[in-house]
RNA sequence: UGGGGAGUCGCCAAGUUGGUUAAGGCACUGGGUUUUGAUCCCAGCAUCCGAAGGUUCGAGUCCUUCCUCCUCAGCCA
């Protein structure tokens, strides 16, 4: 038909490209799935799979998920949805001492925020695909067992700091433990030992046993067995020996027949101990081929924000932020707090890509994506949040002097007119923008100036007659008459042409509520490049709270509601802090302005 | 200085086994529409792929050397 050639697919990566040979040749085909994780005999006893891959997303329930999850989340659960596959939603909850339920439950609420589920998944929709590494302790345990028992483990009695020592440096080889030579026996039985609860927490490991001398140093006999004393969100006191992520995640992932277990860069030199860890229980037949296969991505950096966990946790524990949940956080909780959508992230995570390139995202391309969906999505309203007063002196009044009230109409979206129109009352005195007035207009200023006119959206057009200043030299009041014939909408409304357009609210009308204009939370693009503090980079004026006037429509809306309050931004009504009939607003984001530039 | 990665337009990022004019997005610039200086639409935007050599009829894609950046020495993940 056409001699176009073949567009290259949205979103092509050298992952896809991975999963779409994998499944081309067929590589995944033969496994079986028994319906629940476990060991070669466990699945050799349940059916072929129907999901053609299986990924997996591997939180530690140890902290707040951020927006380089989201980039992960939407990696890996966008593959299993794309490939016919099933993602699974896993805690890796190895390591006690860090994780709590809280953790499990706000990792829970983001993951389904963004839209995903693990309830009712996979080919036939009837799968729960939450599982924790911890429930796979028995099988871990069995799997380090069967390590000494064919020599691949020891039981080490060095200090920390003596394993330190002998592992040597980047660039000189190790020297073996002199407990490395412990017969089978006497390894198995020390690693009971270990289980039961006969030696001190830190008096020995179990290790695995390589080579010393690798110029891997991830392969020098790496701990993978610790005894930690410690109470556990999910197990309770039932271990005091616990498993190394090295160890436990390559099994995790063969448990639950994970085909593609992706990562970021920084397990690039873990990827040899997993292959090997692997391949010796699958001779050992604990496993069963095709295994799991690693692969790296390189993690997300957005400029102007910081990612990483501690320095996170710096802000919201030394008060820099209000909470896990700041809007100014790149914590998915921050952000949705914030305004963000889901949707967003997913536009976001598309254009961004996915590739092995160390880079810096930069953050306008967030705000951008933000800014498409909630264009959108968003009906529109009007707010004034620098308000001035404007009095049409020529507008009617009763007898008792007060003044008449007329409806206007507003669209709820240029975009969408089946969204319909909605009142907004006009009357003599309005809130307007104080930017919308220039006593002395700077060079292409089209908005309100001395004897100009400007149109009152929705409204009438104006004509400016003078204004008012308080001692300090600021307007407060801006004066005009209307031109009757010119209200939108009406037959007349062209008849005078201005190109200044600005938007009002009724004095005797206005909702009156406290906004939050948020900005970035740090100045600099890069916090704490070289050798800074990061800290020192925080913007001090991140937030700024100002009591505004809003169209009398917005005080009943309910907390999460998201407007475009037009020619300022997108705004969403604060999920915490709005109470039934007084909500307040966050800003998501600006509107561009080409004008301000 | 050992191992493992990465270097394609200001920021991202496609580029199958080398094949002839180096996708796309964001940003930017110019123009148009518009009762949001928003949205939308149109046009422009890398003779060049970290550098230098080499192989070839032909190289971002192969070879050599070099440069820069990231990463690994937790009983964290």
Known sequence: MSAEKTPIPLGSNFIRAIVEKDIEQGVYSTRKWAGTPGDAAHHAAGQPDPAKIRTRFPPEPNGYLHIGHAKSIFLNFGLARDYGGVCHFRFDDTNPEKESQEYVDSISDAVKWLGFSWENVGPEHNQNSMYFASNYFDLMYRAAESLIENGHAYVDSQSAEEMRIMRGTLTEAGKNSPWRDRTVAENLSLFREMRDGKHADGSLILRSKIDMASPNINLRDPAIYRIKRAHHHNTGDKWCIYPMYTFAHPIEDALEQITHSICTLEFEDQRPFYDWLLGRLAEAGMLAHPLPKQYEFARLNLTYVVLSKRKLIDLVEDNHVSGWDDPRLPTLAGARRRGYVAEGFKLFTDRIGVSKADSWIEYTILEDCMREVL???????????????????????????????????????????????????????????????????????????????????????????????????????????????????????????????????????????????????????????????????????????????????????????????????????????????????????????????
């Open 375 to 597: 264009n959108e999505s968003s009906e529109r309203r009007i707010a004034v949040l620098d308000p001035i007063k404007l009095v049409i002196d020529n507008y009617a009044v009763d007898a008792d002097g007060k003044s008449q009230t007329e409806d206007c109409f507003a669209p709820n979206h240029p975009l969408k007119p089946e969204l319909g129109k909605r009142v907004v009352p006009l009357s003599r005195e309005l809130w307007i923008e104080r930017e919308d007035f220039m006593e002395t207009p700077s060079k292409g200023y089209f908005r309100l100036v001395p004897d100009g006119l400007v149109r009152l959206r929705y409204g009438y057009v104006v004509k400016c007659t003078g204004f008012e200043k308080d001692a300090a030299g600021n307007v407060t009041t801006v004066h005009c008459e209307y031109l009757p014939d010119t209200k939108s909408g009406t037959p007349g409304s062209d008849s005078i042409k201005v190109k200044g357009n600005i938007h009002w609210v009724s004095v005797a009308h206005a909702y009156e509520t406290e906004v939050r204009l948020y900005d970035r939370l740090f100045k600099e693009a890069h916090p704490g490049a070289g050798d800074s503090d990061y800290l020192n980079d925080i913007n001090p004026n991140s937030v700024t709270l100002i009591t505004a006037q809003l169209e009398p429509s917005l005080k009943d809306v309910n907390p999460e509601d998201r407007f475009q309050f037009e020619r300022h931004g997108y705004f969403v009504a604060d999920r915490k802090d709005s109470l039934a009939g007084k909500p307040v607003f966050n800003r998501t984001v600006t509107l561009r302005d080409a004008w301000q530039k």
